[in-house]
Every structure is written in structure tokens, then in C-alpha cells.
């Protein structure tokens, strides 16, 4: 069946450097591709979305690129700031429901 | 728009007991899904409805595990004769199916916890 992998965590970076969460897919098809956020103490928030090949999908300086060839969706920001912390989950979707990878707890430092 | 909203967000129950969860969708939303959530995981999806049907149930959804979706607003998931690997957050999502896609919308999740 259709799955997601996703880079353990937790990731630690101090504020202002480069992230990368690695996000891998397995899929029959041609699925949707998701990043959600999870905010301690808050519910899931969708981050950022991409929906076929070479889609490049963006939001609050966060990206991450729709890869058929390597079914890859990585995550990827310039520049981490504190506010950054929580918890990312890569999601795909076939249909309607949503596949969630594990996911990857941030931590960012000042 | 008040968002997803979901009652109780703790409940501590005994094994064996029943339980009964409640989730509000965003009020014009006529997709309603249910998913589970343990601890180091990731949500896993249980049943989702399009107004009042429920279209799809995942495997993990026991017999021990009921959901209703009356008159197509709010939905109800109960799971019987509570086990100790219940234990878990149960998280309530809506979308509105409007063509292509669409996107869910969670609520903060109901923590249950069997003792």
C-alpha cells in the first residue's frame, strides 16, 4: 500500500541555519504531496502542498519540491527561526484520505 | 469560522468501559474524516464521511469502533469495550468537496487514555 517515510528527529539547528527534512514516498498513481505543521499545543496545519511532477510548493519560507523520479518531497527553509519549533509531517494523498510519514520533531535554538 | 472543534480533549476511561467522542466540521463543510494518532506516529486514517454516508473505513477501525454522521453536521466516533491499545489522540478533520483538491482542516484532537 501507499506509505511515506520521513528523516527521524529530532532535528536541532540554531536560529538562522539551513533545514532540510527529507520526505520519501511510495505511491500507486500519481498522489498529492503534502507538508503539515504541528505547533505545541496547537492541531495540524497544512504548511504546503504540491499536486503533480515538478510542482514546487510554498509557504512562509518554507518549500519543498514534487520529485517523480526520486518520489521525493523534501522539506526546505533558508533560514530557521525559533518560532520555527514543532513538528512536520510529509502526507500524501491518492484519493481522499490523507498518508502520514512519522514525523520530524524541529527544534531550533537561539 | 470557528474551526474544527472537538469534545471532550481528555478523557480517562477504564477498560472495558464505552467511550463516545464528538467532532464539530467547519459549518459548511460536508467532508468529515476521523483519524488516530499515537504517541512517535503519525495520524493514521480511520473512516471518513461526505455529508450523512460514510464512504470508506480503514482496517483499523474494529467492530469495537462506531461512527455516525447525522443529518451530515456533527459525528460522533464511540469505541466499545475500550482496550488498553485504544490509548491514543483522535483527531477530527473537515474539507469541503468542491472538485480537485481540498483541504482538511483539523481539530485539536480528543486524548484518550484506558486504564
Known amino acids: 500500500g501507499d506509505s511515506v517515510t520521513q528523516m527521524e528527529g529530532p532535528v536541532t539547528l540554531s536560529e538562522e541555519a539551513f533545514l532540510t527534512i527529507n520526505c520519501t514516498y511510495t505511491?500507486?498513481?500519481?498522489?498529492?504531496l503534502f507538508w503539515y505543521v504541528q505547533y505545541p499545543g496547537e492541531g495540524l496545519q497544512l504548511l504546503l502542498k504540491?499536486?503533480?511532477?515538478?510542482d514546487k510548493g510554498s509557504n512562509k519560507g518554507f518549500e519543498a519540491t514534487y520529485r517523480k523520479e526520486t518520489t521525493s518531497f523534501h522539506l526546505e527553509k533558508g533560514s530557521v527561526q525559533v518560532s520555527d519549533s514543532a513538528v512536520y509531517f510529509c502526507?500524501?494523498?491518492?484519493?481522499?484520505?490523507?498518508?502520514f510519514g512519522t514525523g520530524t520533531r524541529l527544534q531550533v535554538f537561539p | 469560522d470557528t474551526g474544527v472543534s472537538q469534545n471532550p480533549r481528555h478523557k480517562i476511561t477504564k477498560r472495558g468501559q464505552n467511550v463516545t467522542f464528538r467532532c464539530d466540521p467547519i459549518?459548511?463543510?460536508?467532508?468529515l474524516y476521523w483519524y488516530r494518532q499515537t504517541l512517535g506516529q503519525g495520524p493514521e486514517f480511520l473512516t471518513y464521511?461526505?455529508?450523512?454516508?460514510?464512504?470508506?473505513k480503514s482496517r483499523l477501525l474494529s467492530d469495537r469502533f462506531s461512527a455516525e454522521r447525522p443529518k451530515g453536521s456533527f459525528s460522533t466516533l464511540e469505541i466499545q469495550r475500550t482496550e488498553q491499545g485504544d490509548s491514543a489522540m483522535y483527531l477530527c478533520?473537515?474539507?469541503?468537496?468542491?472538485?480537485?483538491?481540498?483541504?482538511?482542516?483539523f481539530g485539536p484532537g480528543t486524548r484518550l487514555t484506558v486504564t
Open positions: 478533520a473537515s474539507s469541503l468537496d468542491v472538485g480537485g483538491w481540498y483541504e482538511q482542516y
Open positions: 505511491a500507486t498513481g500519481y498522489p498529492s
Open positions: 504540491a499536486t503533480k511532477a515538478d
Open positions: 502526507a500524501l494523498s491518492n484519493t481522499d484520505k490523507l498518508i
Open positions: 459549518s459548511e463543510h460536508n467532508r
Open positions: 464521511f461526505q455529508n450523512e454516508a460514510q464512504l470508506e
